[in-house]
């Protein structure tokens, strides 16, 4: 599916159904050609961290959606002092601390109106990054905090594992629209420390921080 501001990968079956398997089975693979491979920095976490705890002192709970190795939940277990889950569709998820098997597309019941804040850099590996998101947001308590972590290769050709894809400027409009006036982006921030892409590379990502109206 294309849109002028956004294009999602289709995962289709041979009747033109989507096919949740095949969006799953795409996602597992990546993750376990990947699992060495870590993007988020614990500069950047603290960042968070200090950037929460000035809007919220009684951050009690936390989760990080699309985690990997489980590095982001460490860091923010280890800066809020509170308990923080993270969420991988892949059966790795087991191999690493706090984190549970989990299709971030889906929420536990007793996340809802419970979570202080919700922290991803995966949102373009959802298939259908409207209905992630509303999702998210309804985890969130009242004083609850929703920070995308943007990278510009986001913006990108999609492809069956990086399935969403937009430019930076169109992301807060597109939160706009999906909200559809109960959520919306309240703060865009550099992120302080750059990710290494090669040893020779790095570039800056952007944190898009949401709230509920």
């Known amino acids: 599916m294309e849109d002028k501001l956004y294009s999602v990968y289709e995962y289709l079956d041979k009747e033109g159904n989507f096919d949740y398997e095949s969006y799953k089975s795409a996602q597992v693979k990546a993750n376990k050609r990947k699992i060495n491979k870590v993007w988020v920095q614990e500069d950047n976490v603290k960042f968070l961290a200090d950037y929460l705890k000035k809007r919220n002192s009684n951050i009690a ?5 699309g985690t ?3 590095l982001e939940q460490k860091w923010f277990k ?3 002092g509170c308990e923080v889950i993270g969420t ?3 059966d790795t998820a087991t191999d690493f601390p706090d984190t549970i098997q ?3 597309h889906d929420v536990k019941k007793e996340w809802v109106g419970s979570t202080d804040f919700i922290y991803s850099n995966s949102l373009d590996h959802s298939y259908d990054p409207r209905l ?3 999702q998210w947001m309804k985890c969130l308590n009242n ?3 929703c920070i995308l972590e943007y990278s510009p290769g986001a913006d990108e050709r999609t492809n069956s594992v990086d399935s969403f894809g937009t430019k930076l400027p169109a992301l807060p409009y597109l939160i706009l629209e999906w909200g559809s006036g109960k959520f ?3 703060d865009l921030i550099k992120a302080p420390a750059k990710i290494k892409y090669s040893k020779a590379s790095s570039y800056s990502s952007w944190f898009l921080v949401i709230k509920n109206a």
């Open 61 to 65: 709970f936390g989760i990080c959606h």
């Open 68 to 70: 990997r190795r489980g």
């Open 78 to 80: 280890k800066y809020l």
């Open 88 to 90: 991988e569709i892949s």
């Open 102 to 104: 989990w299709d971030f």
């Open 132 to 134: 992630c998101l509303q």
């Open 143 to 145: 004083k609850g905090l």
């Open 184 to 186: 919306f982006a309240i």
